[in-house]
Every structure is written in structure tokens, then in C-alpha cells.
């Protein structure tokens, strides 16, 4: 199968869906992987770094979706790439289809393969690809609500670890139910 792993376009989207250690674990399992160029600089992971892996390096998010038997992503296909995606393309990511009519109608009418990764269970209900996700939404919550605190960002400008004199916020995780 060949598996193409395009840029994320989605604003304020700088992570990559696969790793170079996955290229070299697909391909090793006979599978090829493209990967549109500079799609892991966002990650911090260089083209050189998915060659060394032994994937190609493709110019375009067009030539991934034009290509490409299976999609792998991060977030859900934007309008632009919706109408790239082909009848029985297989497309992985995480698709949170209750948000939008447009997209489910999209996926619908384009005739692929949609695979939401938070839709993925294992035999005992656990869902092993959003839990973890959740868990870093549910840290990084700690750190953008800390950003609203400041100054500059309209807030109080309370300091969560505190300064001598002054005892730091208590901020506790809130679990669930």
C-alpha cells in the first residue's frame, strides 16, 4: 500500500501524523510512504529525517492525495483537501464527524474510507488513540489558562508558581466523571 502523510493545513496545527520510525516500520512491512515535503518541520523532524527512514519526499499535498492509497493525518481533512480525496481512499485521522455537517457530507460524497482515530476501541473499550491525546489537552489546558492570566492577555496577572511572599496558585485537575 501506498501511504501518504501531507502537511497539516488546519491554523495553529504544527504536529505531523507520522513519525520517521513509523515510515521505516511501514515500509519494512512492505508498504512505501510518501510524505509531502517539510510536513514534519512543524514537529521539529526534517525532510533528511524521513529519507533516512525510507520514505520519498513529494513537493505537493496534491501529488499525496492524486498518489496515495491511504491518507494519514492529524486533524480533519480541510475544504481544500475534502475535494482532493478520492472514491475508496483511505483516510486516518481524527474526524470528529459530530462537529461538522460539511465534512461528514464531504466524506460521504467523495466515497472514501474514513477511519477517526477517536472512534477506535480495543476489546475492552478503551480508546487508545484519543486517551492520550485527551490527556496532553487536559495539561496543556494548565498552560493556555495560565497565559490568560497575564497581563498583556487582559488578565489579573496572577502568577501560578507564585514569587517569595506570595503563595502560588493551587490548580488542580479536575477528573471526568
Not at 511501514?26 to 526534517?46: D, M, P, Q, R
Not at 472514501?112 to 496543556?140: H, K
Not at 501560578?160 to 488542580?172: I, K, M, S
Request: aromatic fraction near 6%.
Amino acid at each position: 500500500m501506498l501511504i501518504g502523510v501531507p502537511t497539516e493545513i488546519k491554523k495553529d496545527e504544527y504536529r505531523v501524523a507520522l513519525l520517521p520510525v513509523g515510515a521505516e516500520t511501514l515500509i519494512k512491512n512492505n508498504h512505501k510512504v510518501i510524505v509531502e515535503k517539510g510536513a514534519g518541520l512543524g514537529s521539529g523532524i526534517t525532510d533528511a529525517e524521513y529519507r533516512a527512514a525510507g520514505a520519498k519526499i513529494v513537493s505537493s499535498a496534491a501529488e499525496i492525495f492524486r498518489r496515495a492509497d491511504m491518507i494519514i493525518k492529524v486533524k480533519e481533512p480541510q475544504p481544500v483537501e475534502i475535494r482532493m480525496i478520492r472514491k475508496d481512499q483511505v483516510i486516518f485521522t481524527y474526524f470528529h464527524f459530530a462537529a461538522s455537517r460539511s465534512l461528514t457530507e464531504g466524506m460521504i460524497k467523495n466515497g472514501a474510507v474514513s477511519i477517526a482515530y477517536e472512534t477506535m476501541e480495543e476489546e475492552d473499550g478503551t480508546l487508545p488513540l484519543l486517551t492520550p491525546m485527551s490527556e496532553v489537552a487536559g495539561r496543556m489546558a494548565v498552560q493556555e489558562g495560565a497565559k490568560y492570566l497575564e497581563r498583556p492577555m487582559e488578565g489579573r496577572g496572577i502568577l501560578l508558581g507564585g514569587v517569595p511572599g506570595v503563595e502560588p496558585v493551587n490548580v488542580r485537575p479536575i477528573r471526568a466523571v
